[in-house]
């Protein structure tokens, strides 16, 4: 089955902690994206990489980090220094061209302890 | 720059009457249209998108969308609605020619009530 998994479901952050969301597709995308979901908002773009080893900031990158050192994945950082951080994170792929459908993983709901 | 305004944020009926959620779209440069259904808790699926051609598309599940370019609207419309299209709704767009950068709209919640 191809597709894209994301890790965990919950995450639970405490203060000052840096967390960590994992993405991974076997669809053979060379894109991948991160969004975040808040009520009401929308999806917003945080990062996104069209290429293993490349990645640009999306519209709210601040207080967030991606590495992309493999082509089916492509993890999170939410770190210290983004001070709302509760929300719906989802992690898409796509084949390159603007033209192309994204495929969304099930998300990861990211709460503040 | 483009942004999406979907009109409606919620959008209550009633089982097997039709519905229309509402998309208008602003963007100074060509665009692709798109349409994704987010079931409670999970990801995006793609309902439908238009790209060229023929302004009318059909979707999965029974859903339409007429494109309208003097009118700036993608409206998705389906003619007899089921408790299971209870959903939030997305419209998006991305600049042709573009790397595919999706803007979406805020959403609308479609409730379908027996």
């Known amino acids: 089955d191809g597709g894209i998994t994301q890790s965990p479901k919950y995450l639970f952050r405490k203060e000052g902690q840096n967390v960590t969301l994992s993405c991974e597709q076997n669809l053979n995308h060379d894109a991948m994206y991160w969004y975040r979901q808040d009520p009401g908002q929308g999806l917003r773009l945080i990062y996104y990489s069209q290429i293993v080893n490349d990645f640009q900031k999306g519209d709210i990158a601040e207080g967030y980090s991606v590495s992309r050192e493999k082509k089916e994945s492509f993890p999170l950082t939410v770190t210290s220094a983004q001070k709302n951080p509760t929300a719906f994170y989802l992690c898409a792929s796509s084949v390159s061209g603007s033209q192309e459908t994204q495929y969304f993983g099930p998300g990861t709901r990211l709460l503040v302890l | 720059a483009q942004s999406v305004t979907q009109l409606d944020s919620q959008v209550p009926v009633f089982e097997e009457a039709p519905v229309e959620l509402r998309c208008n779209y602003s963007?100074?440069?060509?665009?692709?249209l798109f349409w994704y259904v987010q079931y409670p808790n999970q990801g995006l699926q793609l309902l439908l998108k238009?790209?060229?051609?023929?302004?009318l598309v059909k979707g999965i599940n029974g859903f339409e969308a007429e494109f309208n370019k003097s009118q700036t609207s993608f409206h998705l419309r389906k003619p007899s609605v089921h408790i299971s299209d209870t959903a939030e709704y997305f419209c998006a767009v991305s600049e042709t020619g573009g790397y595919n950068k999706l803007i979406f709209g805020a959403g609308t919640r479609l409730a379908v009530h027996p």
């Open positions: 238009y790209l060229s051609g023929s302004t």
């Open positions: 963007s100074s440069v060509s665009v692709y």
